[in-house]
C-alpha cells in the first residue's frame, strides 16, 4: 500500500449524502475549516511578533550605526575645531607679542616661522601685509614678497573680523592650500597689517584618513558650495564638486540620509566647524553597515519558516486526529442506529412471518384433508379412479399443498432465529433454506446457483438467523450486479484454526477500485438510481464481526465480484459496535 494510502484518514473518502444537514457530515469541509481557524490563531500572533521584531531590530541596528555616525563625526570635528584653533591662536599670540617693525624683520619672522614649525607644526609660510593689501614681508617657498592682496576676500574678511580662517583655494601660487590671517593689534586707522599664514593642507587631510571606518565608509570635508577641501575616496581630488546635497547649517552634529549620486543609500553625518568655512561629512553606505542585519534577518526568517512549518504540522496532525474520531464515531453511531433498525424491523418482518404463516397452515390443512379424503373416494370407485386426468388434477392439489406447507414451515423457521441464539447448525441446510426464498427468482432471470457443500462439512455453532441474514444479503446482491443469464457460485470449505470460509462469487459488473474501500459503509450504494439503500454490505458486515468472523472482497470491473467470509467453529457473540480482533480475521 502506499505511503499517502496509508496517511490518508478515514474519513478522506467520504462524500456527504445530500440533504438539508450535509454540511454537518462534510467531513474534509470540516477539516479545512478546523486546520485553517486553528492556524490563524496560532500563527496570525507568530507572524505579527515576528514582524514586530523584524522591525525593531533593524530599526535598533540602524539606530546603533547612525549614533555610530554622529560620534565619529563629532569626535573628528573637534579633531579639526582644535587644529585650526591652535594655530589661529598661536598666530594671534605672535601678534600680539610682536611689533610690527620686527615683524617687518625678515629675520626675526623667519625665527618665528620656525618656531611655529617645530612648537606646532602643519605651518607652510608666514608674510605681513599691510592695509593696502600688499605683502611687505614673507618667509616660505614662494616667491610671493610683493604680492597685491587687496582684491582677495580673505584680506578683506580679515580686516573687517578681526581673524579669518579660509577654504582650500589656489591663489597666486596656484597650489591648493589654506590660510590662517588676524589683525596685528598695534594697527591703526589707514595703517592696518594683517599676519598671514599658510597651513599644511597634507596635515590637514591626514587627520581624515587616520580614521578607520568600517564598512568602506568615506570622509571629507567641503565648502558652502560643495567643493571638497579634503581628498575623497568617492568623489575625488580637492576643489571637485561631490554629488550630494549640501546640508541646511546646524550648530550641533546631525545625521541625514541620503541617495548618491551612483544611486546608493547612504547615511550622511556632518557638522559645520566653527569660525570655518568648513563642513565636516562622513558618509557610509547604508547596505554596507546593515549587512550583519542580513544575516539576524535570514536567521530569523528561517527560523520563523520553521515554526510555521512546525506550527502546520501539529495542527494539521491534531485537526485530522480529531475529525477522524468524530467521524469513527458518526459511523459506529449511524451503524448501531441502523442495525438496530433493521433488527426491529427483522423482528417485525418476523412476527408478521410467523402470522401469516399461522393463518396460512389452517386452511392448507383443511385443503390438503379434503384432497385426501376426494383421493380416497375415487380410488375406491372404478369410474374415477380409472380417470388419470381427475388423478393428476387430486395430485397436484395435495402437492402443492406441501409445497406450501414447506414455505410456510420456512417463514417459521426464519420468524423463529431473528432473536439471537446459539444452536449447532449444518451449513449445507442454511444454504438450501436461503437459496429456497430466491428459487423462483433466479429460475425468472436464468440464473444459474452453484452450491459447493462438503456433505462431510462439520456441523458449527452460531446464530442460525445472522447466518440466513448475511447468506441471503449476500445472494441478493449479487442478483443485483448479474444480468439474466448470470452465474451464482456458493461454496464452503473448512479451514485450518476453527473456522469455516464461506464464498459467494458472481459474474456481475463488479465494483470499481475508487469504491472498494467505501463499500462497507452505511448508505454507500453505486446502485441509488436503482432503488439501493447501501446497507446491505454493511449490515452483512457487522453481523460478520458480531460472529467473530471476517469479511474480504475481490472484484473486477465487468468480471464479477467475490465475497469470503471466515467463521469461527463456535462463534462467540458481540455488542454491535464492539471493536476487538476477528477470531478467523
Known sequence: MPLLARLRPDFWSSEPDAGPKKALFNYRRIWRLAIGLLAAVALAPLMVMTFIDYNVTRHSLKSENLLRIARTTSNTRRTLTYFLDERKNALEFIAQQERIEDLRNPQRLAAILDGLKNSFGGFVDIGLIDGHGRQVDYIGPFELLGRDYSGQDWFKKTLEKGAYTSGVFRGYRDVPHLIVAVRHPASARGREYVLRATLDTERFNSILSSLDLAGGGDVFVVNAQGELQTPSRWHGRVLTRVGLDIPRPSTSTRVLEDISDNGREVAVGYAYITDSPFILMVVKQVAEFMKPWETIRIELLWLLAASIVLVLLVIVGVATYMVDKIYVADQTRASMLHHMEHANRMASIGRLAAGVA?????????????????????????????????????????????????????????????????????????AEEVVGFLHKEAEYRSIRIDMDIPDDLPEFESDRGKLQQILLNLVNNAFQAMSDGGRLSISVRARGGGCLELNVAD???????????????????????????????????????ELGGSMSVESRVGKGTAFSIRLPLRAQIREAGQDEDSACG
Open 358 to 430: 399461522h393463518e396460512i397452515n389452517n386452511p392448507l390443512a383443511i385443503i390438503n384433508e379434503k384432497a385426501g379424503l376426494i383421493k380416497d373416494q375415487f380410488t375406491f370407485k372404478d369410474q374415477y379412479s380409472r380417470d388419470e386426468r381427475l388423478m393428476s388434477d387430486v395430485e397436484c392439489i395435495i402437492s402443492s399443498v406441501e409445497r406450501c406447507g414447506a414455505i410456510t414451515k420456512r417463514l417459521l423457521s426464519f420468524a423463529r432465529h431473528i432473536d439471537v441464539k446459539i444452536e449447532r447448525i449444518r451449513f449445507k441446510d442454511l
Open 507 to 545: 459474474d456481475g459488473c463488479g465494483i470499481p477500485e475508487s469504491d472498494m474501500e467505501r463499500i462497507f459503509e452505511p448508505f454507500f450504494s453505486t446502485k441509488k438510481a436503482h432503488g439501493g439503500t447501501g446497507l446491505g454490505l454493511s449490515i452483512t458486515y457487522g453481523l460478520v464481526r
